[in-house]
């Protein structure tokens, strides 16, 4: 079975935020879906060891912030790579109050979605929740982003507990690489995109990288980089 034919299937870039009370969390997904329009409903897709999944049973609503192409790879690694049992995502980020009261992240965002649960279906190591949008609204008119955008352009990954996240093998053949992968969240550093986010210009090698440079996605140093097999 050649799993690269995955890979074909198109995504977008969202943050879920959920909860109530003082427990608020939001994460990094990439797998929504609008599944009917009169009524107009979404479905989304979460893992169940992630802390997200908890506030979304427990509060019955979620909401989802589309991210644009121009989101910084740190403000992922944010909602993608730390959990929210450890740290307060949304401290220092830019959110609205929805009409539901889950904050609505509107930093690097072109539109939300508010969504009330209506039912979720047990997938194994995930749940697909289904519900009725409550309200939606554009914020700005720049190109959201798409799943491949990120992994060709930006060079990011899969975190272990997203629904597309597939071990990578090495291709039988394949010539050494010059790319450098973080043992810590999995970010690739590829010479030939650089880290333009940070002031790293394309063609820089990982050798040449100044001793300060750190994973712009969980700020690991690095020492937490290997060489990409």
């Not at 401290?91 to 539109?111: D, L, M």
């Not at 010059?178 to 986010?197: E, F, K, L, M």
Request: charge should be negative; aromatic fraction near 10%; hydrophobic fraction near 35%.
């Amino acid at each position: 079975m050649n799993k690269a034919a995955l890979h074909k299937i198109s995504y977008g870039l969202y943050i879920v935020t959920s909860g109530q009370g003082d427990k608020f969390n939001g994460q990094i997904a990439n797998s929504m879906f609008q599944v009917t329009s009169n009524p107009a409903t979404i479905a989304i897709s979460i893992n169940k060891e992630n802390y997200s999944h908890e506030l979304i049973r427990f509060s019955r609503k979620f909401a989802v912030s589309i991210l644009s192409e121009a989101t910084p790879m740190t403000f992922i690694g944010l909602f993608g790579f730390k959990s929210g049992r450890d740290v307060n995502k949304l401290q220092n980020v830019k959110t609205k109050t929805g009409i539901t009261g889950v904050p609505i992240v509107v930093e690097n965002t072109v539109s939300y979605i508010e969504v009330e649960l209506e039912k979720e279906m047990d997938c194994g190591t995930h749940t697909i929740f289904v519900g009725n949008i409550v309200d939606c609204d554009v914020v700005s008119s720049d190109e959201p982003m798409t799943y491949a955008y990120y992994q060709k352009v930006k060079g990011g990954k899969s975190p272990k507990t997203a629904p597309t996240y597939i071990k990578d093998e090495p291709a039988a053949g394949a010539q050494p690489s010059s790319r450098y992968v973080c043992s810590v969240c999995g970010y690739v550093y590829d010479p030939a995109i650089g880290d333009p986010d940070n002031g790293i210009a394309a063609g820089t090698k990982f050798e040449d990288l100044p001793d300060s440079w750190t994973c712009p996605i969980c700020d690991a140093d690095k020492s937490k980089f290997e060489k990409e097999k």
